[in-house]
């Protein structure tokens, strides 16, 4: 089994930051990618950052330059940093990752989502 813990969502003010963290934990073999969804009210669910395997990452334009999205191999752990916080930016977000339990065999997992507010 694999567990993904999100921390860090909470309430902010306007232009502010606030650091999301993922971990993963258990039975992986290998992770090919990490990243960061989130979901507002009455929206679809929509990808705000990822970072692969290899280093590279792709943004939502809404956040480029202003979110950073990170990574810790030897935790197996994800970051976003996120500054310049807007009211749009509320929603709730979701880790996911995209990992290999035993070798060729890529599976998908989702946090269980925290809440990140940001006041006007």
């Known amino acids: 089994q694999v567990q993904l813990v999100e921390s860090g969502g909470g309430l902010v003010q306007a232009g502010g930051s606030l650091r999301l963290s993922c971990a993963a934990s258990g039975s992986i073999f290998g992770i090919n990618a990490m990243g960061w969804y989130r979901q507002a009210p009455g929206k679809q669910r929509e990808l705000v950052a990822r970072?692969?395997?290899?280093?590279?990452?792709n943004y939502a334009d809404s956040v480029k330059g202003r979110f950073t999205i990170s990574r810790d191999k030897a935790k197996n752990t994800v970051y976003l940093q996120m500054s310049s916080l807007k009211p749009e930016d509320t929603a709730v977000y979701y880790c996911?990752?995209?990992?290999?339990?035993?070798?060729?065999?890529?599976?998908?997992?989702w946090g269980q989502g925290t809440q990140v507010t940001v006041s006007s």
């Open positions: 970072i692969a395997s290899i280093g590279l990452t």
């Open positions: 996911n990752v995209v990992l290999q339990r035993q070798p060729f065999r890529t599976e998908d997992y």
